[in-house]
């Protein structure tokens, strides 16, 4: 799914990988993980991170962090395990004073409504998380109609960032560091895996200098 979704964000901005350095390859509980990282041009950071144990469970994530672009982040979360599909399509309010019209995103979010959508847990970004974020938790044999659902709403941000007014790249990048400062000083979901199984240095790395993007503060 995320050669597909890497494939749809290039089209409109083109791709040109960056080295991940030494997360490139690492593993988290004895599960691997891979990470590439690019800069899509007039937009911003795109990572990819996968990782999954073959029969078990499979884990995928892209993050579209837009720094030449005044649009919120973006965030896919695919989690397969035990027959079950479980999929996040979040976005996170880190614009400067751009606020984009999500109308027709919702539309997109209702016309998948037949996937009933996961109660998401409360946390300290729900004040920055938009209300067209979705959570749905299916049986794997909706695996398709999930994928469709992931390539439209993606499609649909796509159209809303060319929509988006340019922007000063250093105060965007400070403005979305505040969400990535915020994952390491609060935690989250994967977040806290990370802090416990590969410490604090390893995961601010990993997600100020490749998955955010952001650098250092």
């Given at each position: 799914m995320t050669d597909k979704m890497l494939e749809a964000i290039g089209a409109v901005y083109p791709l040109k990988e960056r080295s991940a350095g030494e997360y490139e390859n690492f593993a988290v509980n004895m599960m691997p993980f891979t990470v590439r990282c690019y800069e899509a041009e007039g937009l911003g950071n795109v990572s990819v991170m996968c990782g999954g144990v073959p029969g078990v469970m499979k884990m995928d994530t892209l993050i579209v962090n837009?720094?030449?672009?005044?649009?919120?982040?973006?965030?896919?979360?695919?989690?397969?395990?035990?027959?079950?599909?479980?999929?996040f399509l979040e976005m996170y309010d880190t614009?400067?004073?751009?606020?984009?019209?999500?109308?027709?995103?919702?539309?997109?979010?209702?016309?998948?409504?037949?996937?009933?959508?996961?109660?998401?847990?409360?946390?300290?970004?729900?004040?920055?998380?938009?209300?067209e974020s979705v959570k749905k938790v299916m049986p794997d044999e909706l695996t398709a109609r999930m994928d469709q659902l992931t390539l439209d709403?993606?499609?649909?941000?796509?159209?809303?960032?060319?929509?988006?007014?340019?922007?000063?790249?250093?105060?965007?990048?400070?403005?979305?560091?505040?969400?990535?400062?915020?994952?390491?000083?609060?935690?989250?979901?994967?977040?806290?895996?990370?802090?416990?199984?590969?410490?604090?240095?390893?995961?601010?790395?990993?997600?100020?200098?490749?998955?955010?993007?952001?650098?250092?503060?």
């Open positions: 837009p720094f030449d672009r005044d649009m919120p982040l973006f965030s896919y979360d695919r989690i397969y395990a035990g027959g079950m599909d479980t999929l614009c400067l004073t751009h606020h984009p019209d999500t109308e027709h995103l919702g539309q997109v979010v209702a016309e998948y409504a037949d996937l009933e959508n996961s109660p998401i847990e409360p946390n300290w970004y729900d004040d920055i998380l938009y209300k709403y993606l499609a649909e941000y796509l159209h809303m960032t060319t929509l988006a007014p340019a922007c000063e790249r250093t105060a965007k990048l400070r403005a979305a560091s505040a969400y990535t400062e915020g994952l390491l000083e609060h935690g989250g979901p994967s977040t806290d895996v990370f802090m416990k199984a590969k410490g604090e240095e390893f995961t601010q790395g990993l997600f100020r200098d490749v998955l955010f993007s952001t650098g250092r503060p």
